[in-house]
């Protein structure tokens, strides 16, 4: 019972490749970090379609993660009075990411043929 709770922990802190896309949007947009100019920037970003519903399902689950949270802004006449829900990473979120990056570069370290040596990622 413990093993499967710890496990069940540790899935839950963990980024998936599109939840790591997501939060590193989140991080770049800044205050502008609402779900249709996230969507947008994936768009651009990637030159992948995504859904509106795929990123508000993440952002979603994001929170529930404790990576993400969120505020209403004020509302636009653009948006004829309606009012954006923005998002902000917390220190978690920047953590995991962080934790995600040192991850994937001692992998592509660990690779020789791409590595090249080791990899000078200086953040």
Same mark, same amino acid.
């Given at each position: ?39 947008? %920037? ?56 962080? %934790? ?24």
């Amino acid at each position: 019972m413990f093993y499967n709770l710890v496990t069940y922990i540790m899935k839950e802190t963990k980024l998936g490749d599109f939840e790591e896309t997501i939060l590193l949007l989140v991080g770049i947009l800044d205050k502008e970090a609402y779900a249709f100019k996230i969507s947008e %920037e994936f768009e651009a970003q990637t030159e992948r379609a995504v859904s509106i519903g795929a990123v508000h399902s993440t952002l979603n689950r994001l929170a529930e993660k404790g990576f993400l949270t969120s505020e209403m802004g004020a509302s636009t006449a653009e948006r004829g009075g309606r009012r954006k829900r923005i998002y902000t990473i917390t220190a978690a979120g920047q953590r995991a990411l962080k %934790e995600s990056r040192d991850f994937k570069v001692s992998l592509w370290n660990q690779y020789p043929s791409l590595a090249g040596g080791n990899l000078n990622f200086n953040f």
